[in-house]
């Protein structure tokens, strides 16, 4: 496999701008909440939500979640199967969850996750994601706080990844994987 450069799509900086925020409209929102638990949805969101619990400046904990939709080269979901890896370390019911999300794409995981949260009965269940492809969305899902709507193209870095690669990358890029 020839090495590949992604091309910038979100600079570093633009993001660190968002990040920073939407931590200030989260805390603000909370700001009278005693504990907000940041559900991270693996492996995508970690460094978005590393960067965002940094960032607040509210009482705020963190646990994870594992879905899977996708296998490491598909590039489409056709019918919505989302299938749990791992589940949350804790219960929920009657806690001020966020769901920190990396990506949404057709819209299939945020939709059975929230489903799936919702059922366990939190005081509020919200939801922030670093990017949305509002091209490719096939179900609708609420976005409570969004960082940004990009075009219908394979992006990678702060989280994202293609086939395991790039997702360490301080900024959002472009692959073409068919080249």
């Given at each position: 496999?020839?090495?590949i450069?992604?091309?910038?799509?979100?600079?570093?900086?633009?993001?660190?701008?968002?990040?920073?925020?939407?931590?200030?409209r989260?805390?603000?929102?909370?700001?009278?909440?005693?504990?907000?638990?940041?559900?991270?949805?693996?492996?995508?969101?970690?460094?978005?939500?590393?960067?965002?619990?940094?960032?607040?400046?509210?009482?705020?904990?963190?646990?994870?979640?594992?879905?899977?939709?996708?296998?490491?080269?598909?590039?489409?979901?056709?019918?919505?199967?989302?299938?749990?890896?791992?589940?949350?370390?804790?219960?929920?019911?009657?806690k001020?969850?966020?769901?920190?999300?990396?990506?949404?794409?057709?819209?299939?995981?945020?939709?059975?996750?929230?489903?799936?949260?919702?059922?366990?009965?939190?005081?509020?269940?919200?939801?922030?994601?670093?990017?949305?492809?509002?091209?490719?969305?096939?179900?609708?899902?609420?976005?409570?706080?969004?960082?940004f709507?990009?075009?219908?193209?394979?992006?990678?870095?702060?989280?994202?990844?293609?086939?395991?690669?790039?997702?360490?990358?301080?900024?959002?890029?472009?692959?073409?994987?068919?080249?």
């Open positions: 496999m020839s090495e450069t992604p091309e910038v799509l979100i600079s570093e900086q633009k993001i660190q701008k968002k990040v920073a925020d939407l931590a200030a989260i805390s603000a929102d909370y700001a009278d909440c005693d504990d907000l638990l940041l559900v991270g949805i693996l492996k995508g969101s970690f460094i978005f939500l590393s960067d965002l619990s940094r960032a607040l400046t509210i009482p705020r904990s963190v646990d994870f979640m594992a879905l899977s939709t996708y296998g490491e080269s598909e590039r489409t979901q056709t019918d919505g199967a989302v299938r749990m890896i791992m589940d949350l370390r804790r219960n929920i019911t009657g001020h969850v966020l769901v920190v999300e990396d990506i949404v794409d057709t819209g299939y995981t945020l939709s059975y996750l929230l489903r799936n949260l919702a059922a366990r009965q939190p005081a509020s269940l919200k939801t922030c994601v670093l990017v949305e492809k509002p091209e490719r969305r096939e179900v609708f899902t609420q976005i409570d706080y969004l960082g709507s990009i075009p219908d193209v394979w992006v990678v870095g702060c989280g994202l990844d293609w086939a395991e690669r790039f997702r360490t990358l301080p900024y959002i890029g472009v692959v073409h994987p068919e080249a």
